[in-house]
């Protein structure tokens, strides 16, 4: 069983910037793709950005895309995300998913279903 924990998640200014990491724990040379996800109450679990194995490979949603990177660190079995030019509608709780399902080193999954092992979240608040 691989342990997911997110962290550097708290409040920020409009315009500011946050750094996520995720941190996996177990055996984590099965991981394969890793991904964020954001999700406000009431409201689905939303794809913020992903990265294959390999890290050769990043997808990552519209409403981030030129403001938020993915990066991963396998030999420190961590994931982060850096978040620069905030915005008040990017306050969300921000989990950490880990796919341990084998798979070629270049893919990337944009679906909840596609990662079976998930952080609790961090939330991420920004004012305006």
């Known amino acids: 069983q691989v342990q997911v924990v997110e962290s550097g998640g708290g409040l920020a200014q409009a315009g500011g910037s946050l750094r996520l990491s995720c941190l996996a724990s177990?055996?984590?040379?099965?991981?394969?793709?890793m991904a964020w996800f954001r999700q406000v109450p009431g409201k689905e679990r939303d794809f913020v950005a992903g990265?294959?194995?390999?890290?050769?490979?990043?997808h990552s949603a519209d409403s981030v895309r030129g403001r938020f990177t993915i990066a991963r660190d396998n030999a420190k079995n961590t994931l982060y995300l850096r978040m620069n030019s905030l915005r008040p509608e990017d306050t969300a709780d921000y989990f950490c998913?880990?796919?341990?399902?084998?798979?070629?080193?270049?893919?990337?999954?944009?679906?909840?279903?596609?990662?079976?092992?998930w952080g609790r979240g961090t939330q991420v608040t920004v004012l305006s």
């Open positions: 177990g055996p984590t040379f099965s991981m394969d793709a």
């Open positions: 998913a880990v796919r341990t399902i084998p798979s070629d080193a270049s893919r990337v999954y944009l679906s909840t279903n596609e990662y079976n092992y």
């Open positions: 990265i294959s194995q390999s890290g050769g490979v990043i």
